[in-house]
């Protein structure tokens, strides 16, 4: 069965850079986009971007243009995103999601809280 | 930028029939994705391209549209239906490809 698989909690530093995976099962990672969808404490979500895995093209909202990059290792099935310059407002669970390039997001990861914390 | 506005919460006995509205300028033309989250758990899709149930969503769950408002309907709410839901499109432009509503917060009363 589809599943996506996320990398574990991360506790960060104002300034610091953090890497989250997205590790895809029971389908092809080439076959659909990765997004990047980030939803900060008790609030909604909020889409940051996508990674098509076959060509490697990107697409990110512009709020996030500039600290965000998405990467993806098709040898294995897993698509990275990297956020730099983290701020205390970037504390937010991230969770990616595979879908077309408009959205569709059919099935999600499980979310990986990053904190930002001095 | 581009927004869709939902209402903040809408509340409902069990058995009743709840409705949440999803308003936006390019809905007319874009197709509406409605999303179901539950505390600390993942968005789960419920209806796609406006009116199409995924496998394993119950029948309770309708999408129906009507000029720039989607609606998403939960006929004969049951308490495990209480959650936030979430509308999500895109503007005709291009310029903003996924957008998210700022969700509906479901009570069954």
């Known amino acids: 069965q589809v599943q996506l698989v996320q990398s574990g909690a991360e506790v960060k530093k104002p300034g610091a850079s953090v890497k989250v995976s997205c590790k895809a099962s029971?389908?092809?990672?080439?076959?659909?986009?990765i997004h990047w969808v980030r939803q900060a404490p008790g609030q909604g979500l909020e889409w940051m971007g996508w990674?098509?895995?076959?060509?490697?093209?990107?697409n990110y909202a512009q709020k996030f243009q500039g600290w965000v990059t998405m990467t993806r290792d098709t040898s294995i099935n897993t698509a990275y995103m990297d956020l730099s310059s983290l701020r205390s407002d970037g504390t937010a669970v991230y969770y990616c999601?595979?879908?077309?390039?408009?959205?569709?997001?059919?099935?999600w990861g499980q979310g990986t809280l990053v904190t930002v914390s001095s | 930028s581009y927004e869709l506005t939902q209402s903040p919460s809408v509340s409902v006995s069990p058995g009743q029939t709840a409705r949440i509205t999803c308003t936006g300028d390019?809905?007319?033309?874009?197709?509406v994705y409605w999303y179901q989250q539950k505390p600390g758990q993942a968005p789960v899709l419920v209806i796609y391209?406006?009116?199409k149930r995924p496998s394993g969503i119950p029948e309770r769950f309708s999408g129906s549209s009507s000029g720039t408002t989607v609606t998403l309907t939960i006929s004969g709410v049951q308490a495990e239906d209480e959650a936030d839901y979430y509308c999500?499109?895109?503007?005709?432009?291009?310029?903003?490809?996924?957008?998210f509503g700022g969700g509906t917060k479901l009570t069954v009363l």
């Open positions: 999500q499109s895109a503007d005709s432009s291009g310029t903003y490809p996924v957008v």
């Open positions: 391209k406006d009116n």
């Open positions: 029971g389908y092809s990672l080439t076959n659909y986009y």
């Open positions: 999601a595979r879908g077309e390039n408009k959205g569709f997001f059919d099935y």
């Open positions: 390019s809905l007319a033309k874009q197709y």
């Open positions: 990674i098509n895995p076959n060509s490697g093209d990107t």
